[in-house]
């Protein structure tokens, strides 16, 4: 009637809502929004890895030069097929083949928006009714958002600390039964900066084998390897992501991430055009700068962490751009756990420090050591002060 609120019957999506709480995001806002908007000191990031934003870690003139032809050619400005236009995914098989002992064909690559989309598009193609996955610990949130998202039942494996964050291949034994869809495998980690060996790899791989379950490669920091231990591809180790023997046709996975990208999005057309020219232009020092950057990063990460009391590293990061640390709660006053640490040192030092909770990990720490050398010492030494203060007299 005239003058009568309507009754509404349309609701939000509660699990959407539950899911990306946890999500590195939400942890992000929360600790920016503790930083004193009065202190005059820039904020140090040290809770987000991405590298982009500082001048040593900005993108070759090649890549942005290629983007620019593409742009300007006009040839690149309608949808592609689903997935992804022909050269640069014959550029990708062509790249990916290097490192293995086969060679991949343009019809064994699938172009994402991202590894975002890569592991939005993989988890809801194995989210059967029953099915679960088995994902390390700690371990990138994302996979256990959309996993949580799409219905899929997630256990936890662990990575240890003390083995160079190695998988405990019994506790995978345990967890895996015969709904068991997959595990992820990361190397170069995030967020623990290990790199797998050829020989933990294998074990692996034979472990995966003995189960029947499909191993999802997470190998976004590839090459960005600058430890002991060089990055080695999954699929250079017993498992062949191209799929010689057609268990994943048989079984329908291929046909599902072709369905999936009937309904989903694109990376943009003009980006992919672009990606034939960024392999074949980019320079090798490059490549061999940001390594030594990164290297750099990490001795001075591992170096400065010894100064600090409260935490332990027990191994240095190897690669990707990330490391754990082990926060010793008893040492300190006034502190609770992992987020309360982190939500006081953003309010009183404007230090951003991801939640070891964020990750799996309750009571450690997550830090990013991407950034420019001197922010990272400067980060470094305000998380060294706030310790102090907080010290245990």
Known sequence: MEGQSAKWIIRGNELLDETAATSIRSYLNMLYDQVDKDDQRPVVPLSLGDPSAFSCFRTSPEAVDAIVRAVQSAEFNSYAPINGILPARRAVAEYISADLPYNL??????????????????????ARPGANILLPKPGYPLYESRAGYSKLEVRHFDLIPEKGWEVDLESVEALADENTAAIVIISPGNPCGNVFSYHHLNKVAETARKL???????EVYAHLAFGNNPYVPMGGVRIHSCDPNGILK??????SIKSYFNISTNPATFVQAAIPQIFEKTKDDFFSKTI????????????????????TCPHKPDGSMFAMVKLNLSLLEDISDDTDFCLKLAREESVTILPGVA?????????????????????????KAFCQRHSRK
Request: some cysteine; overall charge negative.
């Open 212 to 218: 029947g379950i499909f191993v999802i490669a997470d």
């Open 105 to 126: 064909s343009a019809d064994d690559v699938y172009l994402t928006a991202g590894c975002t989309q890569s592991i939005e598009v993989i988890l809801s193609v194995l």
């Open 292 to 311: 030594n950057i990164m290297r750099e990063a990490a001795d001075v990460f591992h170096e400065k962490t010894k100064e600090i009391p409260c935490v």
């Open 250 to 255: 048989k079984y329908g996975i291929v046909d």
């Open 359 to 383: 990750v799996g990990l309750k009571n450690w720490l997550r830090i990013t050591f991407s950034i420019e050398p001197e922010s990272l010492e400067q980060g470094l030494d305000r998380m």
